[in-house]
């Protein structure tokens, strides 16, 4: 028999040094990323940011807000090479994990109506739509609502 070999996924806590990889792979897979300043402002105010590699190389981060019994995930991505084969699914599992550590009970997000893999992603995951902002996003043609959904962790 043949053996199978797993690669390991390490969850490492992001750091500054971690951010001009993570804005290669920003620029590519979103049409309005963050900038580095989103990535430093958020270390900067302690949210909870990972990045996920696997044998050493980056192939996924996530940012979110952890307040009191509340997480708010503001940012989760894979690199686009690296999408669709299970990675944002591992990533998001470790920041259940994570926040109910943390003592959060339930999670929120934000995400754009035209974001066919973000919403797949959570859907699968059980979120449900709470609500909409109208006008959140900018947009190539003006501004895109955002779907706002909730999951109990
Ligand atoms: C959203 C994202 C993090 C998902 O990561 P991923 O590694 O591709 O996700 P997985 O392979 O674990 O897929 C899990 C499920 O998400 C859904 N999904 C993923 N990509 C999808 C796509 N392109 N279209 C529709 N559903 C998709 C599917 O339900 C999938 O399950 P399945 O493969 O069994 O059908 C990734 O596509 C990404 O980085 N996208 C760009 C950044 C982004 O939009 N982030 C979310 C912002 S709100």
Same mark, same amino acid.
């Given at each position: &028999?043949?053996?199978? $070999?797993?690669?390991r996924?390490? *969850?490492?806590?992001?750091?500054?040094?971690?951010?001009?990889?993570?804005?290669e792979?920003e620029?590519?897979?979103?049409? *309005?990323p963050?900038?580095?300043?989103?990535f430093?402002?958020?270390?900067?105010?302690?949210?909870?940011?990972?990045?996920?590699?696997?044998?050493?190389?980056?192939?996924?981060y996530?940012?979110m807000?952890?307040?009191?019994?509340?997480?708010?995930?503001?940012?989760?991505?894979?690199?686009?090479?690296?999408?669709?084969?299970?990675?944002?699914s591992?990533l998001?599992?470790? $920041?259940?994990?994570?926040?109910?550590?943390?003592?959060?009970?339930? &999670?929120?997000l934000?995400?754009?109506?035209?974001?066919?893999?973000?919403?797949?992603?959570?859907?699968? *995951?059980?979120f449900?739509?709470?609500?909409?902002?109208?006008?959140?996003y900018?947009?190539?043609d003006?501004?895109?609502?955002?779907?706002? &959904?909730?999951?109990? $962790?």
């Amino acid at each position: &028999m043949n053996a199978v $070999l797993v690669p390991r996924l390490d *969850f490492m806590p992001m750091a500054a040094a971690d951010v001009p990889a993570i804005m290669e792979t920003e620029n590519r897979i979103y049409p *309005f990323p963050w900038s580095a300043g989103n990535f430093a402002d958020s270390l900067a105010s302690g949210h909870s940011a990972w990045v996920c590699r696997e044998a050493g190389a980056m192939v996924g981060y996530a940012v979110m807000m952890l307040v009191l019994d509340e997480a708010h995930l503001l940012n989760i991505s894979v690199a686009a090479e690296r999408q669709r084969g299970g990675l944002g699914s591992r990533l998001l599992e470790f $920041l259940f994990e994570e926040a109910k550590a943390h003592g959060a009970a339930r &999670m929120f997000l934000e995400v754009r109506p035209s974001n066919a893999s973000g919403l797949g992603l959570y859907r699968r *995951f059980g979120f449900a739509e709470i609500g909409r902002r109208r006008g959140y996003y900018p947009a190539h043609d003006g501004r895109e609502d955002a779907i706002v &959904m909730a999951r109990d $962790l």
